[in-house]
């Protein structure tokens, strides 16, 4: 399909879930962005992606 709904979880380091979103992503590549509010601790922190039943995990770190 060429447009996909999806729903973004981050979480922490810990396993506590810190944002979960949902977004329609296009066929291709996609740059999500998610405002920390400046309450993000800097540290590591995993995403996971679900996108028609496929899930897929990243890990990103915030510095400041």
């Avoid at 509010?37 to 890990?59: C, D, H, S």
């Amino acid at each position: 399909p060429a447009d996909a709904q999806t729903d973004i979880l981050i979480f922490d380091m810990n396993g506590k879930l810190i944002r979960m979103m949902n977004q329609t992503l296009k066929k291709g590549t996609n740059l999500v962005t998610a405002d920390t509010n400046n309450t993000w601790q800097p540290g590591m922190y995993n995403a996971m992606v679900k996108i028609n039943g496929e899930l897929f995990t990243a890990r990103f770190v915030v510095l400041e």
